[in-house]
């Protein structure tokens, strides 16, 4: 589905071009044109390809999904690849997810090439970004009369604060993990400190190349944007500065936390042992004894009675039961 828009020099918006429209309002540099692609069709690629001349390969780029977010410089257009929290999906999906508030949260791709009165972003589900910058688009803001880039600005910037309540939240969970681990760690606790562990180093890997590429923008890398507004990407490099941080510490505490728990659970098992040494060794003398004279005294009152054997066997079992019931209230099982 392309959803168009289009700004024209008198300060109009038009919505929903053709494809002639298109070809018109764009030789002339004074409008600007937004166009969505999201779930795209054949003939939806082929706007992109003979209206606005994309290279074969960036359009390959759009369509395969799990691209590196990546920069790349062609000479009427700058590609753009980035990634945000995208829509709720099933536990059982793949790689590309993270625990965050019990839920799987997925990671949605985000290709925007970004031309000298043009931006194109291309998605293959909802992004909520765009969603919300279509709604502000059609309310009449002036955020299209600001032109091309201060539109890629708003959209960056709306990628990078979805990112900030999903750390929050790791970050969050590694405080609760290392209060479990020095209070009362369980067989589950090691999973989810690695479950942890690893959702941190994904965001990291996506977040990192994104870093880069917002600061090659910031560079004069793209001759498409202008000097005016290299300050608000500035700013979402800051933000990503800031993200990357956050995680490089998290991923210090995960780090620390397993380590800790190693510790913990070493530690605990030498108190078992060194309990049940004591109890083996306070058991020994009476053992010993009962060993040497076999207990088979003449006048022992229990020899006689009728019901001896069954009544051992009770006691055996009910000792059996008291301890393992004991040592699980104790956590040693």
């Given amino acids: 589905m392309l959803k168009s828009y289009c700004r024209r020099k008198d300060g109009n918006l038009i919505i929903d071009l053709n494809r002639d429209t298109i070809k018109e309002v764009l030789t002339d540099e004074e409008n600007l044109i937004w166009i969505d692609v999201e779930d795209p069709d054949d003939n939806d690629i082929e706007v992109l390809l003979e209206v ?24 009427n257009y700058t590609f753009l690849v980035l990634h945000t929290i995208g829509s709720i999906v099933q536990p059982d999906a793949g790689d590309m997810t993270l625990s965050a508030n019990g839920k799987r949260i997925g990671i949605a791709e985000l290709d925007i090439c970004l031309g000298k009165n043009y931006l194109i972003t291309f998605h293959t589900e909802p992004v909520r970004v765009i969603n919300a910058t279509r709604d502000k688009v059609e309310n009449k803001s002036p955020i299209l009369s600001r032109g091309p880039d201060f539109l890629l600005y708003h959209m960056a910037d ?29 067989k589950d606790t090691l999973k989810k400190l690695y479950d942890l562990k690893m959702d941190t180093m994904f965001l990291r890997r996506i977040i990192g190349p994104e870093r880069d590429a917002i600061n090659l923008l910031i560079r004069n890398e793209s001759p498409f944007i202008r000097p005016q507004n290299q300050a608000y990407f500035r700013d979402v490099y800051d933000h990503m500065v800031r993200l990357s941080d956050l995680l490089d510490v998290c991923r210090e505490i995960t780090t620390s936390a397993v ?34 004279y076999g207990m088979n005294f003449k006048y022992m009152p229990e020899l006689g009675f009728r019901y001896g054997y069954l009544f051992v066997w009770l006691v055996m079992i009910l000792t059996t039961v008291f301890m393992v019931v004991f040592f699980k209230r104790r956590k040693w099982l």
């Avoid at 728990?261 to 306070?282: F, G, H, Q």
């Fill in 52 to 75: 606005f001349g994309l290279h074969a390969m960036t359009v390959e780029d759009c369509i395969m999904p799990n691209t590196r977010p990546k920069i790349e410089q062609f000479d």
């Fill in 158 to 186: 709306g990628l990078v604060d979805n990112y900030f309540p999903v750390v929050d939240e790791l970050d969050n969970k590694i405080d609760k993990m290392e209060e479990e681990i020095l209070t009362e760690p369980s």
């Fill in 259 to 292: 380590e800790i728990y190693m510790i913990v659970s070493s530690n605990k098992l030498n108190e078992i042992i060194k309990t049940l040494t004591i109890l083996a060794t306070i058991a020994t003398p009476s053992i010993i004894i009962a060993s040497i």
